[in-house]
């Protein structure tokens, strides 16, 4: 069985005998509880799960989990996300973020005014992160100011 047939059937099943045919070494007990507590619609459920992942086997655990979901016509889906198409700027945006000690998310609103900001600067912006020579050539930007002075920055 897969991780996606136990997952199913743990919302599925009316009785528990499947779980004994689970192998436990190509399942982990983690992702399938990490696609349970996408379901919103039983937070007290994954409450009582999230106690148990690390505290229990894996066949108790599905024992468990088996108990405490309601059982369904079929197991509500698992979102997918997809990773939002990155911008040849991100890698200076990181080190903005890691510069500002914030998260990538927090500086996520302002990420237009910042590519124009770099696009129309880009030269003090890599001379102040300090960014190797070869990416000066790459993308373009005058080597010469590499040794120029740095301007006010912030």
Request: net charge positive; with cysteine; charged share 30%.
């Amino acid at each position: 069985m897969n991780l996606f047939q136990v997952k199913n059937k743990l919302y599925t099943s009316k009785d528990c005998r499947w779980i004994e045919q689970v192998d436990t070494k190509k399942v982990s007990t983690f992702v399938i509880f990490k696609f349970i507590s996408f379901d919103k619609s039983i937070p007290d459920i994954i409450k009582k799960l999230n106690s148990a992942v690390f505290r229990m086997e894996d066949k108790h655990f599905l024992y468990y989990a088996w108990s405490l979901l309601p059982k369904t016509d079929k197991a509500p889906s698992t979102p997918y996300y997809k990773k939002r198409v990155g911008d040849k700027w991100d890698w200076l945006l990181d080190r903005y973020a890691d510069y500002l000690e914030v998260g990538n998310n927090d500086i996520e609103p302002y990420r237009e005014l910042l590519v124009k900001s770099i696009e129309d600067d880009t030269a003090t912006w890599f001379k102040f992160f300090g960014v190797e020579t070869k990416l000066w050539k790459k993308y373009k930007v005058d080597t010469e100011d590499v040794h120029s002075t740095l301007t006010s920055f912030f």
